[in-house]
């Protein structure tokens, strides 16, 4: 089944100048609005967050190579203590859009007449090389697992008295036994 792109959204692309000629070649630098819901559980790039894009189109014999660079920022959350994070990733892109289904398997990419969409490729670059598991910083000490206070900010005194829970119960003798005794 041949899908049908829409020429205007900004990640489909038009290969109508590199024809079907072999050895025809286009660099492309843009910048692309970031797709929705392109992410992680912690981190991912933000709905709309400008994607810089450095192609490279070229005709081959099969269809058109795709490669390059895009770049683009990441908001999220510290694992370790919750605060926000920041920062960019750089993804490489290579996919070859096959001119015709006869050449391509199922999980190849299809060019739509002249036309190739980008966004899958670009979203399968992000989403692999995301981290799992951002910190905000590499020594992050993260929170105190009792109160869960930020324990960069609690201080290397902040402690909890932990008491095993098969005594818990002899606790309030303790304090009992020692008050008959002071009488």
């Known amino acids: 089944m041949t899908q049908h792109l829409n020429p205007r959204s900004p990640w489909v692309i038009s290969t109508h100048d590199l024809g079907k000629r072999p050895g025809t070649m286009r660099e492309l630098a843009v910048t692309l609005p970031a797709p929705a819901d392109l992410g992680v ?5 933000p709905k709309g967050a400008e994607v ?11 269809g ?13 959350e510290c694992v370790r ?13 290579q996919e070859l859009f096959f001119y015709s289904d006869e050449d391509a398997s199922e999980e190849d990419s299809l060019l739509d007449g002249e036309l190739l969409d980008l966004e899958p490729t670009f979203r399968d670059a992000v989403v692999l ?19 869960g206070v930020k324990l960069a900010e609690a201080g290397d ?3 909890h008295e932990k008491i095993d829970a098969r005594w818990a119960s002899l606790q309030g003798l303790v304090t009992e036994n020692d008050n008959d005794q002071e009488k």
């Not at 559980?41 to 790039?45: K, L, P």
């Not at 810089?52 to 099969?62: K, N, P, S, T």
């Not at 058109?64 to 999220?76: E, F, H």
Request: aromatic share 0%.
């Open 64 to 76: 058109v190579l795709v490669s390059g660079t895009a770049q683009t920022p990441l908001s999220g």
């Open 157 to 159: 005194d902040h402690r």
């Open 129 to 147: 090389a995301l981290p799992l598991s951002p910190v905000c910083r590499e020594d992050c000490r993260g929170l105190c697992v009792e109160c």
């Open 81 to 93: 203590c919750l605060d926000p994070v920041t920062s960019e990733i750089e993804v490489d892109l």
């Open 41 to 45: 559980n912690m981190i991912g790039v």
């Open 52 to 62: 810089e894009l450095d192609l490279r189109l070229e005709a081959v014999m099969e």
